[in-house]
């Protein structure tokens, strides 16, 4: 069924779910703060970290720099005053995918760098679902870098000096004609860590509007390297090659917002009560605005406007019509909002134009009683079939359609085995033994013991 060595999940589902979770930080966010602490001097500490892996594989790649990074679990701090290396372990750049955006830091302090082919979920539109990295090599060549990209998705980059420059994010759009509109984030978060350390003034048309974009500009800000939105929306970040002022600062990260997403539909779809705790209720409810929208529309109440949230496992009473953008909901939340709409009335449509492939949780969902086509990157999911069927068996092929997969078990009346949990580590702190603290009937079993 699968070649992972990881336990397989042993779900009885059919339990309502209810009591206090405490959300964690932001993952996306963390990635952008620590390599945007690693372009300046200044010890950054960092509040409210989520305590995953991709924290930890991050962390062990800056020690392996020699940043001295203190602490752990939720409040960690890095002080790179003494980075002097610039070997990148493949082997641990292989794990993540934000290892991708260290590369800025080296560059600018060493004037080269060999990025070996980073990890993360595999759900870009190749068949290999290998994500694209050109968008970062002409980013970098903006900034007067040469780069050579490799085959396997590594990239090697030299550049004596970087110097600022100014750039339409519209231009990284291969097909122009993607509703996704141009707003990459991936091409937004490499120049603006660039920019930190290039000298001049670096003007950035259409940035990425998510969080995880607004959270390393407030830390670029704080550290010392100016930025700021104007009235039109550009990003203007003033370089400072000697890393900033070099003062202690403390950064307090925004709650997961997919974290959120995903108890929310916990909730629904157990129609339990679940309290998140932990909140950081304006810069979440700002960045989940769209999600927030969606939810609306479908009948469920999620907005956080205090350090608490109480959902109430309420199922949706419209069906949805959702375009996942750039500028929209997260394309991390879609599979969500897929599960979400199989318990809902009527007919729901996911347009999906950010990864146009991530699907691979459809099948399973069908598996499991769901009504759900895909036709060019548009799913049509039948509401009145939620997961219904027990004795299954569902494989999750990356981080947020393993966390659904799992989800949509807890609501079949039965048993069913969820494979992929090798892949929960990298997003969630503990996800199965959250919803075992709720009332979920989850246990593990390792491939010796079941075979
Ligand atoms: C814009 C967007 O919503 N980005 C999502 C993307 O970020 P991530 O930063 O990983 O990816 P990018 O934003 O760089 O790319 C997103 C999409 O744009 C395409 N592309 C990119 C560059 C380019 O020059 N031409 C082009 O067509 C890519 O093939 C892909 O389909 O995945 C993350 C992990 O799921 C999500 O958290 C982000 O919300
Ligand atoms: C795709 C995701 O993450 P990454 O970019 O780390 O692979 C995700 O968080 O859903």
Not at 23 to 35: E, I, M, P, Q, R
Not at 258 to 279: N, P, Q, S
Request: hydrophobic share 40%; glycine share 12%.
């Amino acid at each position: 069924m699968t070649t992972s060595s990881s336990p397989v999940l042993l779900v009885r589902g059919g339990h309502e779910l209810s009591g206090d979770v405490r959300v964690s930080g932001f993952k996306h966010a963390f990635v952008t703060v620590l390599a945007g602490a690693l372009t300046g001097r200044s010890t950054v500490t960092v509040d409210n970290c989520p305590d995953i892996e991709e924290t930890r594989v991050l962390l062990a790649l800056a020690r392996s720099f020699g940043v001295r990074v203190r602490g752990g679990g939720r409040t960690v701090s890095v002080d790179p005053s003494g980075l002097t290396e610039h070997a990148l372990d493949p082997r641990l750049v292989d794990r993540v995918h934000g290892a991708v955006y260290l590369l800025p830091a080296l560059l600018a302090r060493f004037g080269q760098v060999r990025l070996p082919a980073a990890g993360g979920c595999r759900i870009g539109d190749a068949a290999s679902g290998a994500r694209p990295v050109h968008q970062y090599a002409e980013v970098l060549r903006r900034f007067g870098a040469e780069v050579a990209t490799g085959q396997d998705g590594s990239l090697t980059v030299r550049a004596d000096r970087m110097t600022a420059c100014e750039l339409d994010l519209r231009d990284w759009t291969a097909d122009r004609e993607l509703r996704t509109g141009p707003l990459y984030s991936g091409a937004t978060k490499m120049a603006i860590l660039a920019a930190a350390s290039a000298r001049g003034t670096t003007r950035l048309r259409h940035p990425y509007p998510k969080p995880d974009v607004t959270e390393l500009v407030r830390l670029l800000d704080a550290t010392g390297r100016p930025a700021r939105y104007t009235p039109e929306g550009d990003l203007l970040i003033e370089g400072r090659p000697d890393g900033g002022h070099g003062r202690p600062v403390r950064h307090e990260l925004v709650s997961d917002l997919i974290e959120v997403v995903t108890w929310a539909t916990a909730a629904a779809l157990t129609g339990g009560k679940v309290r998140l705790t932990g909140l950081t209720p304006g810069r979440l409810a700002a960045g989940l605005a769209p999600e927030i929208a969606v939810a609306r529309d479908m009948g469920l109440s999620w907005h956080p406007t205090a350090r608490s949230l109480v959902l109430t496992g309420e199922p949706p009473s419209a069906a949805a019509d959702i375009t996942v953008a750039s500028h929209g909901i997260y394309s991390d939340s879609q599979p969500f909002f897929m599960l979400l709409a199989t318990l809902g009335p009527g007919v729901s449509h996911i347009r999906e134009t950010v990864w146009r492939r991530r699907f691979t949780h459809v099948p399973e969902l069908r598996r499991l009683g769901a009504d759900i086509e895909v036709v060019d990157a548009e799913a049509r999911v039948l509401g009145g079939h939620p997961p219904s069927r027990p004795g299954q068996s569902v494989v999750g092929r990356d981080l947020r359609s393993t966390a659904a997969l799992l989800l949509a078990a807890l609501a079949v009346p039965g048993r069913a085995r969820v494979y992929g949990s090798e892949h929960l580590v990298r997003g969630y702190e503990d996800l199965v033994g959250d919803l075992v603290r709720l009332g979920a009937r989850i246990r593990t079993e390792s491939h010796e013991d079941g075979g």
